[in-house]
């Protein structure tokens, strides 16, 4: 199996929607997942399985004066633990280093303890918490922070 990443195109916003249905209690919609292409302070990369040429992972940020706040990361849940969401982490520090941004934020419901192990390792330190912030169950989130 080959992955690819790359910045997301109009190609992907299906699988982008489909992969979003399929992680998140609360998935976002497909106009706003079009929107974001369109977005100047948003940046998603997807991952691609070439073999079958679908969207298996993406994540999204939003970059405001050299700041980016991670809005999304999933991994369609038939390739996960292959390592696809680190890849995808790690393509978007780079981006983010790139584009000279001075850190990266995020928030992640407190009971993802493997997502927030994964941002651990790369770097991601708690810096506060968010209570009831989830508008599904009103689970609190943890807010973490890279330094670039």
Same mark, same amino acid.
């Given at each position: 199996m080959k992955i690819?990443y790359? =910045?997301?195109t *109009? !190609? &992907?916003? *299906?699988?982008v %929607?489909?992969?979003?249905?399929?992680? %998140?209690?609360?998935?976002?919609s #497909?106009?706003? #997942?079009e929107?974001?292409?369109?977005?100047? =302070?948003a !940046?998603?990369? /997807?991952?691609? &399985?070439e073999?079958s040429?679908? +969207?298996?992972? %993406?994540?999204g940020?939003w970059? /405001? /004066?050299?700041?980016?706040s991670i809005?999304? #990361?999933? /991994?369609?849940? &038939?390739?996960r $633990? @292959?390592?696809?969401g680190? $890849?995808?982490?790690?393509?978007l520090?780079?981006?983010?280093t790139?584009l000279d941004?001075s850190?990266i934020? =995020?928030? +992640?419901?407190?009971?993802?303890y493997p997502a @927030?192990?994964?941002y651990?390792k790369?770097g %991601?330190?708690v810096?506060?918490?968010? $209570?009831?912030?989830?508008?599904?169950? !009103?689970e &609190?989130? #943890?807010?973490?922070? !890279?330094?670039l």
């Amino acid at each position: 199996m080959k992955i690819t990443y790359n =910045l997301m195109t *109009n !190609k &992907d916003v *299906n699988g982008v %929607f489909n992969i979003s249905n399929a992680c %998140f209690s609360m998935p976002w919609s #497909i106009e706003s #997942i079009e929107g974001e292409i369109n977005n100047p =302070l948003a !940046k998603y990369i /997807v991952a691609r &399985d070439e073999d079958s040429n679908l +969207v298996v992972g %993406f994540v999204g940020i939003w970059i /405001v /004066v050299g700041e980016g706040s991670i809005t999304n #990361i999933a /991994v369609h849940p &038939d390739y996960r $633990k @292959q390592g696809i969401g680190a $890849k995808l982490l790690e393509s978007l520090i780079n981006l983010c280093t790139h584009l000279d941004c001075s850190l990266i934020n =995020l928030e +992640v419901r407190a009971s993802n303890y493997p997502a @927030q192990n994964l941002y651990e390792k790369y770097g %991601f330190v708690v810096d506060g918490l968010r $209570k009831g912030y989830y508008e599904d169950n !009103k689970e &609190d989130a #943890i807010l973490m922070t !890279k330094y670039l």
